[in-house]
Every structure is written in C-alpha cells, then in structure tokens.
C-alpha cells in the first residue's frame, strides 16, 4: 500500500472494530457472537483496503523514494526502497567553447518542497563528498555552461533535499577536448597521409610497419652481379664476331692476307684471343 493513505486505513479499521468494542464494553452479547463479528469486520477491512491504489515500485538504482515505501502488515511500519543516496557518475564529453546541460532528474517523484545544491570538483572524478565545493544552491535543478572551458572538466554533484533529509545525490563527470588539439591531431593525420607512397594509410598502433617499396640489399645485390656477368659475356661474343669477320683483309702481293688495322687494335686489347689468326707467321 501507498504511503499516504495510512489515514484512510485508519479510518476504515476504526468503522469495523469501534461499534463492536463499545458493545463488548456494554456486555450486550456472548463471547461467541463477537468471535463471528471480529472475523467479518476483518473480511470488509481487506475488502475495504485491497480497494485503494497501490504503491508504484521502487526505481533503481538510487535515492530515497519515499513514495515507493511499503506497508509492512507484520511490523505495522512503511518498509523503504533501500537504494543507497549516490548514484552512478554519468560520463558527459564536449568541446571547448561549446555549450554544455546538466539534467539533475530522477525517476521517481519528488516532494514539492525540495532544494537542490550543485558542487564541483576540478579536475577529479570522484564521489567523496569532502573534494566538492559548493556552485549554486536554490530550486533550480539545471546547471549550464554556456562556453566550456578546461578550468570546467571535473565532476559535478547534484543534491536534492526536503526539509533537511538528503533525498539523492546525481554526478556528472565533465571532460572538456581543446579545439587546438582536436585541429592539430587532424592536421597531423594529413600530413602523415602525404607523406606515403600511393596514398597508404597509417599501420594501426601496434600493427606491422608498411613494407618498403625497395627491394631488399640482398637481392639487389644479386641482380646487379648477374647484370655484369652478362654485359661481359655479350662484350665477348661481340668481340669474337668483330675478329672473325674484320681481322682477315685481301693483300694486295702474292695473294696473301694481311692483317687489318682493325686486328691490330683487338689484337692489343686481346692478345691472347682468336685474334692470332691475324698473324699466320706466329702460329
């Protein structure tokens, strides 16, 4: 049952025990008859009760909710929700120079009467009580920033009272992104992007490094001899044409050969070569 209507409980237990303690007290009937009498009125009692609204529930997972408290038939006392007072820091992330809102709203409903205290702590997040220090305090439960600066980040606490009984205590932990940073790290992305061959992307953190578009030493080094190798065997071959063909010219005495100037020339660079057979008197 609702807390709030205790008073109406009262009133319909008194209309069906009164009458029959005034007759108990005058003695007009047995004990028996009363026997009868007391298990009717209890009937119309639950009737009676089981007809007024009932309690809403409670709503985690924080604050003192009155309104949620049940009535307890055993004890005779309203049994509360058991929520404890501090509720979970909530996370809020906004750009420097941008506006920011804090909501101090709860799910449940809350006394007419209440008073709602905004603290803040710089730079921390936390839920100790003694690191906050007192911002505002009056009816007003929004707290806004029109222009959040770094001296703004930390965490805000905001406590609802009634009367003097703390009802629930909210937190919002505030941090603040320069917008200096926020250009410079998009500037720096940029600039490594152009920096790549064929407009790679970064490796992940942690992941592999690109891999180099050069061939490795090793392997250059291999081709570069194998290079040679063959520019010396075509220069020989060349070489052996040029002596074969070029050497040998018609001589103009007794039908003989006479070596070419040509022949002389590969015969200095080659002395050991085919071009021996330039000169016949050597052989």
Not at 80 to 109: A, G, H, N, Y
Not at 135 to 147: M, N
């Amino acid at each position: 049952m609702s807390k709030g209507y205790d008073k109406q409980l009262k009133e319909i237990l008194d209309a069906e025990i009164l009458p029959m303690v005034e007759e108990f007290d005058q003695r007009l009937n047995s004990d028996t008859v009363y026997e009868e009498k007391l298990q009717t009125a209890a009937d119309n009692f639950i009737a009676a009760a089981s007809k007024l609204p009932r309690v809403s529930g409670c709503f985690p997972p924080c604050g003192f909710q009155s309104a949620g408290a049940v009535y307890n038939c055993i004890t005779c006392q309203y049994d509360s929700c058991e929520f404890p007072l501090d509720c979970p820091i909530k996370e809020i992330r906004v750009m420097e120079f941008s506006r920011s809102q804090m909501w101090c709203d709860v799910p449940f409903q809350l006394p007419n009467d209440i008073e709602v205290i905004w603290r803040f702590a710089e730079e921390v997040k936390t839920q100790q009580v003694d690191e906050f220090k007192e911002v505002t305090a009056g009816v007003d439960r929004l707290y806004s920033i029109p222009s959040a600066s770094l001296q703004h980040q930390g965490t805000y606490q905001c406590e609802v009272y009634s009367g003097q009984r703390s009802i629930v205590r909210l937190y919002f932990y505030l941090t603040v992104t320069p917008q200096v940073a926020a250009g410079q790290t998009e500037l720096q992305e940029t600039f490594d992007l152009s920096l790549l061959p064929g407009g790679q992307f970064l490796p992940a953190l942690g992941g592999p490094p690109p891999r180099s578009p050069l061939l490795p030493l090793p392997l250059l080094l291999t081709a570069c001899l194998t290079a040679l190798l063959l520019l010396l065997f075509l220069s020989l071959g060349i070489t052996s044409w040029l002596t074969e063909n070029l050497c040998m010219t018609p001589s103009s005495t007794r039908g003989q050969k006479r070596p070419s100037l040509h022949c002389t020339v590969l015969h200095a660079l080659f002395p050991y070569g085919r071009t021996r057979q330039c000169y016949p008197a050597l052989l």
